[in-house]
């Protein structure tokens, strides 16, 4: 995992549960995305973001969409990731 933040201004976080498990528990759409993921997300955080996103009652794609969107501007906060735009995923 540390190879996705090795170069990053971003903050390291440790997780208490098993990784994997809480993993495995994701439906199968979160587990591709966070497969392809740019950043290390834990699957508390992965299923937050769906879990509001389908309340306002977007379609999984519409919820992936969010996820790919949130994870724009967290690297577009980093100071040293110059190569990402926001824009590209609309």
Same mark, same amino acid.
């Given at each position: 995992m540390n190879r996705n933040l090795g170069? /990053?201004?971003? &903050?390291? %976080? &440790?997780?208490a549960a098993d990784?994997?498990?809480a993993f495995d528990g994701l439906p199968q759409p979160l587990r591709r995305w966070v497969a392809q993921a740019a950043l290390p997300?834990?699957? !508390? /955080?992965?299923?937050?973001?769906? /879990?509001?996103?389908r309340a306002r009652g977007l379609s999984?794609?519409?919820a992936l969409l969010s996820l790919t %969107? !949130?994870?724009?501007?967290?690297?577009?906060?980093?100071?040293?990731?110059?190569?990402? %735009?926001?824009?590209?995923?609309t």
């Amino acid at each position: 995992m540390n190879r996705n933040l090795g170069q /990053s201004s971003l &903050r390291r %976080k &440790r997780r208490a549960a098993d990784p994997m498990a809480a993993f495995d528990g994701l439906p199968q759409p979160l587990r591709r995305w966070v497969a392809q993921a740019a950043l290390p997300w834990s699957p !508390a /955080s992965v299923r937050r973001v769906w /879990s509001k996103s389908r309340a306002r009652g977007l379609s999984e794609d519409e919820a992936l969409l969010s996820l790919t %969107k !949130a994870e724009a501007r967290t690297l577009a906060s980093d100071r040293h990731s110059t190569d990402f %735009k926001l824009n590209s995923m609309t």
